[in-house]
């Protein structure tokens, strides 16, 4: 199957579900990480932006005042996420996926650089793209840090970086992010921070099974075991 790879970045006005994408920025690459597309636009979010998200990514309501709406963007940029042989390429997919989902192709799938590190480098002391840049010696333009394009030339150099050390290209990244981790450590919250998951008291691991939203799946696998 011939793949169309777009990787895609947001900034939006906060983390709830309420919050909106206030910046996009997007490329479009081949198999051999030929360039075919790119843009970058700031989105008015028809919702405030909120003080903390404004003090990391430096977008204000100001700036967006008079920026396209995402369903307008979109529209003008011809509808180019949905296609049903599209891959959404993003660090920490689902949290993009989530204000993307909307334009998207049902049958598109979605290619997670964050999952994907887990499976190639579980030595890093965490998998923040920010945290694999520097491990793997990533360079990081400091006046585009933390804006959406910014964050998309990291994710390009992550991608290149990843396919070199798996052998392969981005289609059989598809594969390997699918591969099932074994965890034996606790690498959440701040109490138990580093422990040996067997270590860690029964009752804390049932809260987590019990109070955290999203908890990553490998790791509620390992967790419900030792219940």
Not at 42 to 58: Q, T, W
Not at 106 to 113: G, H, Q, R, V
Not at 184 to 200: I, N, R
Request: aromatic letters at 6%; charged letters at 25%.
């Amino acid at each position: 199957m011939t793949y169309r790879f777009i990787l895609a970045d947001v900034e939006t006005t906060g983390l709830t579900e309420k919050d909106a994408v206030c910046e996009i920025a997007w490329l479009e690459i081949d198999e051999q990480f030929n360039e075919l597309g790119s843009d970058t636009s700031l989105i008015n979010p028809g919702v405030p932006i909120h003080y903390a998200a404004s003090a990391v990514n430096g977008i204000t309501d100001a700036m967006v005042k008079d920026a396209p709406t995402i369903e307008d963007y979109m529209a003008l940029s011809g509808n180019l996420l949905f296609d049903p042989n599209m891959v959404l390429i993003s660090h920490h997919a689902a949290f993009d996926h989530r204000f993307l989902k909307p334009f998207m192709h049902k049958d598109a799938l979605t290619l997670c650089t964050l999952k994907v590190a887990r499976a190639l480098y579980p030595e890093a002391l965490n998998h923040k793209q920010s945290t694999l840049a520097a491990m793997l010696g990533i360079e990081v333009a400091r006046e585009k840090a933390h804006s959406a394009d910014g964050d998309l030339d990291v994710l390009l150099q992550l991608l290149k970086r990843m396919c070199a050390d798996a052998g392969c290209g981005p289609a059989e990244l598809l594969h390997v992010q699918a591969i099932p981790r074994k965890i034996t450590k606790l690498m959440f919250g701040k109490k138990h921070y580093g422990k040996k998951l067997e270590d860690v008291p029964k009752d804390y691991i049932e809260w987590m099974l019990r109070e955290v939203k999203n908890l990553d799946p490998d790791l509620k696998e390992a967790l419900v075991a030792l219940v």
